[in-house]
Each structure stands twice: as structure tokens, then as C-alpha cells.
């Protein structure tokens, strides 16, 4: 099937004004400040506390994988102008639809539950019950939806994404060491079924499936054309920077302290990991940058997850799905299921779980589901797209061996994480 581009713009192809970025960028910014989220920075803490600077070079190598598979969405969504779980159903049919929309909804709920308890984590970090932080966060998500359209969303959840950012004064003030950063780098313990745990749970934390139906459909909902591929791409090069920055400066800040220090405690809250970086940067400088870093990224993530969710199964459903059309009878169903994830994964939170292991297990359960995602966004990009938007030549070899590579490393896993469990 070969899509027909009909929507054209009266400016040369590949041409975009002198302001028109501000536009196009948004999309692959607030994915990659999501993909940072609670179990993500968890994830990463405890990587650099337990296996301290080997955990660098995963982070580092997972860099272009993640910018290529969220490249490959960004043109399925602006060529075809539809999205993920659309493209799904029209080619391959109901049920594979379902079966990919199984795996979103799999790793979003999954997600929501680890970013609700990384907003009650926090509160309590500073003493407020998690029955006051999480009702009010869950009552600001559900009503950003509502505010009119998907740039004014977009706009909040970066400015709330950004927060993680704080985490960079951790690093200042701990000033790692150069030297055991590059012993790090070339030490690699793949014999340990502990150390390829982590590795998976990263992997599973860099690229998750509700990612690749978001960015397909922000890029979708936000009208952008086929001019606007190369500063959409742009967009998400940045974006992808920027989220394998802050999980490195995470793991890097961990790996310097606690990692350092043989640290024998618990990492099983926000609290904890304020406390154990403590002694190191000040009791109320370390609860302050967790804090911040972990509120945003939760904050951004849940928003992001639950229209992601909301996205895949509206359109598998062939539903209404656009924060651009207000609540009506045709988008109540779109509307309902976005304020439905937000108060089910509240509600279930209120209960006790333990942080650091969920927020693994979940990275880990994204990277035995990756077979799946990629292997749909991989026929896809060589099935809808026209030729000339498809890859090409070296590039097109180098996104296909990768993928193939993490998608063998996420069903090689299977194997340690039957042992692990």
C-alpha cells in the first residue's frame, strides 16, 4: 500500500521559514524528557550504585538506536498522517492491531504505575502524604487534556519535563573522576547475570513502546508536512541527547558516590536515594535535585504514556483521537480512556509497592517487548512510506542491523530474567 501525499504547503520541499522550528519542535522533545521518567532515573541510579562506570558504555551506544527508531515514526506519522496503531490495523489487519496495542498497553500501564509512585516518592520526601500529591497530580494531568489543543499540551509538558535538568548540579558538585569514568568505559562484566539484568532493564528504559505510538502521534495531531521532516528530525536528534544525558549523569553521579563507597543500604524509594547522596552533596541539596528531577520526569511521562495509550487504542478502535477537537460525543471515548489510565494507575498506587523493583521489572518487561515494536516499525517504514521518504542505502543497513540486534537482545533476555525470577 503507498500512500498519496495531498497535503502540500506553498513553500519549495524541504524549505521551512525562518521561525517555522518553533513550531515543528516540541514532539521529540517531551517523548525524550518522558523516556527519562521515575523508573528510568531509578533505573539508572541503581545501575551506577551497583556496577558503577561499566554501566557508561550501554548508555552511550544506545544513543543512535533510540534517535533512529523515533526517526523512522516521526516520517510514518507526517507522510501517512496517521498514526501507529492506524497504520497497524489498515495493513496487517484487527488482529496484529491488537496484539501491538496488547505490548502498549502492557508497558504504559507499567509505566504509570512507576510515575505515580515516583510523585508520591517525592512529596514524601518532604513530608506530604502521597494521599495529598498523588489526587492533585492526577487532577492537573487529566485536566491538561482538556485545555484546547495539543501545542498548549506539548508546551506544558516540556516546561514540566525540564525539571530533570536540575539533576546537573548533582554532577558539579560530586566533580567525578575522569580516569574511572575511561576505566569504566572499557570494562564490560557480560559474565554476570546481575550486570546483564541491568543492561536489559536499561535498554528496556531507553526505548519503550509507548514511545514510538506517541511521537507517531503528536507529529500527527500537530499537523506538521512532509517540509517539516528534517527540523522534525532535528527535534528528536536533540531530544534523544538530552534523555541519554540526564540517565548517564544519573548513573555517573551514582557510580561516583554510592558506587564508590561499597554502599550496603536499600535503594527501594526517592527517600532512599536522597539519603544516599547525602553525606555526599547535603541532606537538603540532594532531596531537593531527586526531587526535582524525579517529579518532572514523572510528571512529563505520565502525560505522555496515557495519551500514548489513549492514541493506540483509539485508533486501533477507529475511534475519534485529537486533543485538537474539544469533548463531544465523537472524541468522548478518546477523552474517557486519557482520564480512565490517570485515575486507575492513582488509584492502584495508593497501595504500597516497592520502587526500585518495579521500575526495573518494567525496563526489563520493555525489553522483552521489543521484538514486537520494532519489528512492526521496521515493515512499516519499507510498506507505507513512498520511496523517496524511505531510508536509504548505508543508513537503511545501519537502523536494520541495530534494530535486529536489540531485537535478539531483548529475546535473548528471556533466558537470564526466567533465572533472575
Not at 499537523?223 to 521532516?229: C, E
Not at 543500604?265 to 539519603?275: E, I, P, Q
Request: charge should be positive; proline fraction near 3%.
Amino acid at each position: 500500500m503507498q500512500i498519496n501525499i495531498t497535503k502540500k504547503v506553498q513553500v519549495k520541499k524541504g524549505k521551512v521559514s525562518k521561525y517555522q522550528w518553533l513550531k515543528v519542535w516540541g514532539p521529540g522533545l517531551i517523548v525524550m524528557l518522558a523516556d527519562t521518567d521515575a523508573g528510568c532515573l531509578i533505573t539508572a541510579a541503581q545501575s551506577g550504585a551497583q556496577w558503577g562506570y561499566t554501566m557508561i558504555l550501554p548508555q552511550i551506544l544506545l544513543i543512535p538506536i533510540l534517535y533512529m527508531a523515533q526517526e523512522m515514526t516521526v516520517r510514518l506519522g507526517i507522510v501517512t498522517h496517521k498514526g501507529h496503531g492506524e497504520l497497524i490495523r489498515e495493513n496487517f489487519g484487527t488482529g496484529w492491531a491488537w496484539l501491538s496495542a496488547g505490548t502498549l498497553a502492557i508497558s504504559a500501564i507499567g509505566a504509570l504505575l512507576t510515575e505515580f509512585i515516583g510523585i508520591a516518592g517525592v512529596g514524601e520526601l518532604f513530608g506530604i502524604s502521597k494521599w495529598i500529591t498523588v489526587p492533585l497530580a492526577t487532577i492537573l494531568l487529566v485536566g491538561i487534556a482538556f485545555i484546547g489543543s495539543y501545542r498548549r499540551v506539548e508546551k506544558i509538558g516540556v516546561v514540566i519535563g525540564s525539571a530533570e535538568l536540575a539533576f546537573i548540579i548533582a554532577i558539579i558538585i560530586i566533580r567525578p573522576s575522569l580516569s574511572q569514568m575511561v576505566q569504566g568505559l572499557i570494562t564490560i562484566p557480560w559474565r554476570h547475570s546481575s550486570y546483564v539484568y541491568l543492561v536489559a532493564a536499561n535498554v528496556g528504559a531507553v526505548i519503550m513502546p509507548w514511545m514510538i505510538f506517541y511521537q507517531q502521534g503528536a507529529v500527527v495531531d500537530k499537523r506538521l508536512d512532509v517540509h517539516s521532516i528534517t527540523k522534525a528530525r532535528h527535534d528528536t536528534f536533540v531530544g534523544t541527547l538530552i534523555t541519554q544525558g540526564i540517565m548517564l549523569i544519573f548513573v555517573i553521579a551514582f557510580a561516583a558516590t554510592v558506587g564508590n563507597r561499597n554502599f550496603s543500604g536499600s535503594l527501594n524509594s526517592v527517600s532512599d536515594l536522597a539519603r544516599a547522596l547525602s553525606p555526599f552533596i547535603g541532606s537538603m541539596t540532594a532531596k531537593i535535585l531527586i526531587g526535582a528531577s524525579i517529579l518532572g520526569g514523572a510528571m512529563v511521562a505520565a502525560l505522555v504514556v496515557a495519551l500514548a495509550g489513549t492514541w493506540g487504542i483509539t485508533e486501533v478502535l477507529n475511534w475519534k483521537h485529537s486533543l485538537n477537537e474539544p469533548l463531544n460525543h465523537k472524541t468522548a471515548g478518546f477523552y474517557i480512556i486519557y482520564a480512565l489510565a490517570h485515575i486507575v494507575g492513582a488509584v492502584l498506587v495508593l497501595a504500597n509497592f516497592e520502587l526500585v523493583n518495579m521500575a526495573v521489572a518494567v525496563e526489563v518487561m520493555n525489553a522483552l517487548l521489543l521484538p514486537i515494536v520494532l519489528g512492526f516499525l521496521l515493515v512499516l517504514e519499507a510498506k507505507v512510506i513512498p520511496e523517496e521518504y524511505q531510508m536509504k542505502g548505508i543508513y537503511k543497513w545501519t537502523v536494520t542491523i541495530l534494530c535486529i540486534i536489540v531485537m535478539a537482545f531483548g529475546m535473548y533476555m528471556i533466558g537470564p530474567v526466567a533465572n533472575i525470577w
